[in-house]
């Protein structure tokens, strides 16, 4: 709404949008990183769900439609934009206490201690990159400033990352600022957190753990990289919390996920990067946004056909008004992620399974009856209000044909629009049959991967780094 009335204002048409109570510090914030601090807001008073016909009649004709009368009929204050400090900026000096308190104060971190950025520590980064410190990697909203090979460095320093990571972090930032990506949807309500996955043989180069706790902290790269991951997002992207950041509840930021690519290269399966066009042995970062997931403990069985059936029926029970992204809001763009633990993984491939093999088999029994799917994306949400039915969508060609192959309620149909929708990777401790499902926020942080270029004479500078 605010980009539309962004639009129209700098048209010269005035406009006035209305804007739920609890959304008003974000509108606020994001009318900022459009470059229009003044744009004109109607308050809507309380949450448009819950008010009855005659309280929400009554809330819009008291407050909001005076709002509107007024913001289409007066001409706005004067905007006031308040200046940023420039990329080398020396912005605090002082102790290590000092400036973790300075930088808490003005929202640069994320309320742990991070490493002060110096100058020195800065250019010890840029030393692992070809690409000059002022590149321009691309522009992320919602604040809109530019993501360089500079700012890279600096919150690198501050999430406690060595200097050899740069190339993995320039690489997520060009996967951030990939429009596909849609990095603006990083503070929607679900809470959804993007996870990093990594392939190739950087793993073993960076010393990522890609074996028992392969989502726990404990790990320098994987814990700091993914640290990076969000204090980029609140410092270059401009994501706070009370802001733009409007998760209900919210989740903290994850680990990279490093796959365990001996084992893959032993069975014979792709990487998950493979799964993008990228090739084994390919250095790769894969980032995509997840609402939550939970373990599969203790997966029994010898052979595939025994195992299976326990990971679809995990697959269902962590799907529900993700739903959405399949059909409603959008068509086919639900992509959930499976985690095998190594054994199960090469449990399957001794019986000959490939890994198309295993997704065909979860699209094809990872089911549920047709009326259970129309209820998550009509009756219990309102993301869908459009009132027709998943056949009727099909054949008006707004859903997936095999949705509309039958008017029975209690068909049973896909929680995906094609195998290749369902994400696999292999990471975990070797010994261990779990596996883990994440339920995937669909269009709102669409699986993006970008390749990890390293710098010119990379195995002496590794060797060197400190």
Known sequence: MLRASAAAEAAGVPSSSLVCDGFLGQGATTAVGLGLPNLPMAKVPGHVDTQTDNELRDNVTSV????????????????V????????DVVMEGSFEEINRFFYENGWSDGLPIVPPTQAKIESFLAFT???????????PPDNRQATVWNVAVNGVMAGCRPPYMPVLVALAEAMADPGYGVEHSGNTPGAETLITINGPIIKDLEFNY???????GFQANTSIGRWWRLYLRNVAGFLPHQNDKGTFGN???VVLAENEDVLSRIGWPPHSADFGHARGDNVVTISRFTGGDVIASVYGQKPEDMLPYLADALISQTGWQLIFTVGM????????????????ETMAKAGWTKDDVRQWLFENARIPAAKFEQ???????????????????QLGKANELYGLSKDPDRLVPIVCDPMNIQIAVSGDPGRTNAQVFSHNGILGYPTARAIRLPNDWKNKLAGAE
């Open 64 to 79: 909001t439609l005076k709002a509107v009368i007024e913001n289409l009929t007066s001409a706005p204050p004067a905007a």
């Open 252 to 254: 903290t930021w994850r």
């Open 330 to 345: 959008a068509d086919g763009s639900y992509t959930p992620l499976l985690v095998l633990s190594p054994i199960l993984a």
């Open 81 to 88: 934009m308040i200046p940023e400090p420039g990329p080398q």
């Open 211 to 217: 074996e028992q706790g392969a989502l726990r902290d």
């Open 130 to 140: 070809d690409l000059p410190a002022d590149h321009v990697i691309g522009k992320l």
């Open 376 to 394: 998550y994306i009509v009756q219990f949400t309102n993301f869908y209000s459009g009132g027709r039915s998943m056949f009727e969508l099909a």
